[in-house]
């Protein structure tokens, strides 16, 4: 039977002064301070696999005793005892702020309440008050505000009676009017004075304009951007003679007044009104002079003009008209 081991002096004077300490701490109140803190920095080392605790608990084993050096007693390991787990402590809160408002996310933007749009009054929806023709023509100047400019010998700007109650608008000058700088003097402009005649009245009686001033290039129709561009100053001058009725001549003339883009033989012969005026659309004297046929029907929308203003043909001008 083996001798009890005893501690060497060394070793019982380390335990001795660990004692002592151990008393004074409990005496001052703070030995669950340092077991506390033991068992708070266990809790607080994470774990990557963790075993369950009767696991634990049986693979610990006091280990062989360490043999003492020397001829010295061996000192045997103290037993291994589970720790008590870590009390749960409350949750954290954030910090409070004196103005929390600084570190709050910023808010959603408000949208201003969007006000009435009010449309602003358009140029087609104005007159100029006392304008007259002699004004709209220095407006016009030496026009050079479309691409039709660079191709035309003279502006035609438009000719007659300026407080004619009758007004023709046709598309734009050709050729000859090109030249002359007055509109419709070339072979339909011949047959357009024969149906100004046939109605009872002179091409001094009335009003004659193109939507736009300049000849567009080998006779094409104006394109849209040149039409918007010279336009205004049509509309100014439908608005200085104030005519009782408007003849538009041909589709350009009908699309752009009656803002359509129908086909003139949808509406012609039907009667519009246009910024104070009653519209009539017909052919273009030179459509008839490539489709004569169609002369009868002209001549019968021209007998509607004529029951607006009040004028009786004469049988002879009536049948020239007509053929």
């Not at 304008?131 to 479309?146: F, K, M, Q």
């Not at 080998?218 to 003679?241: G, Y």
């Amino acid at each position: 039977m083996s001798s009890p081991i005893r501690p060497t002096p060394g070793a019982r004077k380390s335990v001795d002064r660990l004692e002592a300490w151990l008393r004074y701490a409990k005496a001052l109140g703070m030995d669950s301070f340092y077991v506390d803190r033991a068992f708070s920095a266990a809790s607080a080392i994470p774990q990557i696999v963790e075993a369950p605790a009767s696991a634990q608990i049986s693979g610990l084993s006091a280990g062989p005793e360490i043999p003492a050096t020397s001829g010295a007693p061996a000192v045997p390991k103290a037993p291994v005892s589970s720790p008590k787990p870590a009390s749960v402590s409350s949750p954290v809160t954030p910090l409070a702020f004196k103005d929390a408002s600084k570190f709050a996310p910023p808010a959603p933007p408000v949208s201003p309440t969007p006000l009435p749009v009010v449309a602003a009054p358009s140029f087609f929806d104005t007159r100029i008050e006392g304008d007259t023709l002699e004004a709209i023509r220095a407006d016009l100047g030496d026009c050079t505000r479309c691409r039709l400019h660079l191709t035309r010998t003279k502006i035609v700007f438009g000719t007659g009676n300026p407080k004619a109650q009758l007004m023709f608008v046709g598309e734009g000058p050709g050729r000859d009017e090109d030249l002359s700088g007055e509109p419709f003097v070339g072979r339909a402009g011949k047959l357009l004075t024969q149906m100004i005649e046939a109605m009872g009245l002179r091409r001094p009686d009335v009003y004659i304009a193109n939507v736009v001033k300049c000849r567009p290039p080998e006779n094409r129709q104006p394109e849209k951007d040149e039409t918007a561009t010279c336009s205004p100053f049509l509309v100014r001058q439908i608005d200085a003679i104030a005519p009782k009725v408007i003849v538009c001549l041909g589709s350009t003339a009908a699309q752009y007044i009656l803002a359509t883009p129908q086909s003139i033989s949808r509406f012609r012969g039907e009667w519009f009104d246009y910024r104070g005026s009653r519209v009539l659309a017909t052919y273009h004297p030179a459509y008839l002079l490539r489709n004569p046929n169609a002369k009868g029907d002209v001549w019968k929308d021209l007998q509607k003009v004529m029951a607006v203003l009040g004028l009786d043909p004469k049988p002879k001008q009536q049948s020239a008209a007509a053929r």
